[in-house]
């Protein structure tokens, strides 16, 4: 009897009210709490944010075509390429997977669109830790809603997937420090491992979340040795796949498409931010807006919260800036700083940010902000338009025969229309360019793709382009005999 009446206290807080019967002990685990309910609800609606009308912009945009035209390949020529390019094969792989049932935009958006539901189920258990239920829930409803989050749900790259194994991987690694059981410390090791293998930039953000966590957390030796050794190997799982992606290696010493970081680059951004539609005009200034209020909230919350949410919320931001310092340090001798990039560490930081509006006295404030962020992510997602490339090769496919030249001026979109052309017409692409940077996806061009002038041909001519481009120099006895445009991007065909 003993037991039962301190586990009666441990739930009515030291009350001393009459013990209650072993079916209302039961009750708690059985059914499910308003938290749950809540919870379920936040995340029924991340998921149909995510997911519903996931193709309501059918277009792929050049990085997204590349997927999915390598998709379409047999699974050997697919690594292949992959291995050539820039990228662990993680995302490829559950994408393939996926492709079996469709290539669709829709269809290959939906990894990431299920993992980005899924870090929001991790951000409210780690808001849960540092501000209790509402805490949790406020972290899940910022991750949700956040624009940034929302948008690379819906797309078909790796950084909705990088950014859930990282987010995950920190609150895995918090549970193993806590008690280092098998489970426990396989689960981090997963995590860590999956988020290596998806993308190679989740390695500053694993290895700062084992530092800021044994700085932070202090815990026993034995287990920070134990720990060490899991994420050490998570990293060495990484090696076999780098033998295998060699070629890669080239790229280090070649340039990137990320601009140095000095006081002109940043003030140019800042200038793009405020140059565009009103939509995104609006988006961009509210979220500097939010992130300015952050800290003085951040300080309050601190300062009100008990000394195991203090270490908590140390820990997470932790895991959110230090690599991101990480990254500014590094483009001093490389620049790598890309927003991309950045975003793909901060979902522990919006974990703190969330459970930090549990200080606010007004209960609706919190959900004014997590309802303004919402209608910026529905504002930046109207504003979105790309190409319609399938209008774009309507002139092209089922007329292009052996011997005619499709050339594009230009590398820009070579994938989107390789994506929307059919067999002819891909044959006969060919990216006009003195010369194309491996970043435009080189890898995956078939031999004789990049020519430096349009060779000669015995069969018709289309050139491919911007409206405002000039042509490339044509061989001798073409003319025009027609031009079609779609979306300022022009297909003008020649002929002798």
């Not at 037991?3 to 039961?26: F, H, N, W």
């Not at 090791?189 to 390695?203: N, R």
């Not at 300015?292 to 997470?316: D, H, K």
């Not at 360019?433 to 349009?454: H, K, L």
């Amino acid at each position: 009897m003993a037991p039962l009446i301190e586990m009666e206290r441990v739930i009515t807080d030291g009350s001393q009210a009459r013990p209650k019967s072993v079916a209302a002990l039961r009750a708690p685990v059985t059914g499910l709490t308003s938290y749950t309910w809540r919870l379920i609800a936040l995340t029924a609606i991340a998921l149909g944010s995510r997911v519903i009308l996931l193709g309501s912009v059918p277009r792929f945009w050049g990085d997204e075509a590349f997927n999915g035209v390598q998709l379409r390949k047999p699974v050997g020529a697919m690594l292949d390429v992959v291995r050539h390019d820039s990228h662990p094969p993680l995302l490829y792989v559950l994408e393939r997977i996926v492709g079996v049932a469709s290539t669709s935009p829709a269809a290959l958006r939906l990894v990431s669109a299920l993992a980005g539901t899924a870090a929001v189920l991790v951000a409210a258990a780690l808001g849960r830790r540092i501000g209790g239920d509402r805490g949790g829930l406020l972290a899940a409803a910022v991750l949700a809603g956040f624009p940034t989050y929302l948008q690379s749900s819906r797309d078909a790259r790796g950084y909705s997937l990088a950014m859930a194994l990282i987010l995950a991987a920190a609150l895995m690694l918090w549970r193993a420090i806590e008690r280092p059981t098998r489970g426990r410390l396989l689960a981090y090791g997963v995590c860590a491992a999956a988020a290596l293998y998806t993308h190679y930039f989740a390695a500053p953000a694993i290895g700062s979340q084992l530092l800021v966590a044994l700085a932070v957390f202090r815990p026993a030796r034995r287990t920070a040795i134990i720990l060490v050794g899991v994420c050490g190997a998570a990293g060495l799982s990484l090696v076999p796949w780098l033998f295998a992606a060699i070629a890669q290696f080239r790229h280090v010493g070649s340039p990137f498409w990320v601009a140095t970081i000095h006081v002109s680059s940043l003030v140019t951004d800042t200038s793009r931010g405020l140059s565009q539609t009103p939509g995104q005009e609006l988006t961009a200034v509210g979220v500097w807006l939010a992130e300015a209020t952050v800290i003085p909230l951040l300080v309050v919350a601190y300062r009100r919260a008990s000394n195991s949410s203090r270490r908590g919320m140390l820990y997470l931001l932790g895991c959110a800036l230090a690599p991101t310092l990480a990254l500014l340090l590094l483009s001093l001798w490389k620049p790598v700083y890309d927003a991309r990039f950045i975003a793909m560490f901060w979902g522990p930081g919006e974990a703190v940010v969330g459970a930090s509006l549990v200080v606010l006295r007004w209960r609706v404030v919190p959900v004014a902000i997590c309802l303004a962020l919402a209608g910026a992510s529905l504002i930046s997602l109207l504003q979105i338009h790309r190409p319609d490339f399938n209008a774009v090769v309507s002139p092209l496919n089922g007329r292009v025969h052996d011997g005619d030249i499709v050339a594009l001026n230009g590398p820009d979109h070579y994938f989107s229309l390789a994506y929307a052309g059919d067999a002819a017409t891909n044959r006969a692409l060919r990216v006009v360019a003195d010369s194309v940077p491996w970043y435009f996806g080189t890898a995956g061009y078939p031999p004789g793709t990049e020519v430096r002038s349009i060779p000669d041909t015995p069969g018709r001519l289309y050139i491919v382009g911007d409206a405002t481009q000039r042509p490339p120099a044509l061989p001798a006895g073409f003319r025009q005999v027609q031009r079609a445009c779609h979306d300022a991007i022009c297909v003008d065909s020649y002929s002798r």
